[in-house]
């Protein structure tokens, strides 16, 4: 069975920089994405950035430029580097692969990570 472990959240005050990891147990195997979401308090989640495996990278516009998704995939771990954190980037952080299992795709969720940026 596969889970997904998020680490690196914490609290950090505006200006400032985080690094989350996405760690597979069991593996995941060939995926076809892997996404960062977040959700703020009272708020949907939102897509943050995504890497597919070939290394195509997209953000969305919020963190365009200050935040940067890489991966090391033979390790299936996956990062969220943020910098230039403001108070509005404030939430949980989930990560999202898809597994691509050939007959059908299946996706894995983690369960979060908390990000607080103080003002």
């Known amino acids: 069975q596969v889970q997904l472990v998020e680490s690196g959240g914490g609290l950090v005050q505006a200006g400032g920089s985080l690094r989350l990891s996405c760690t597979a147990s069991g593996s995941v195997g060939p995926f076809t994405i892997m996404e960062w979401y977040r959700q703020a308090e009272g708020k949907q989640r939102e897509l943050v950035a995504a890497?597919?495996?070939?290394?195509?990278?997209s953000f969305g516009d919020s963190v365009w430029g200050r935040f940067t998704i890489t991966g090391n995939f033979a390790r299936e771990t996956w990062y969220l580097q943020m910098t230039d954190l403001r108070a509005e980037d404030t939430g949980i952080y989930y990560c999202r692969v898809v597994g691509d299992y050939g007959v059908g795709t299946l996706e894995h969720w983690g369960q979060g990570t908390q990000v607080t940026v103080s003002p």
């Open positions: 890497i597919s495996p070939s290394g195509r990278t």
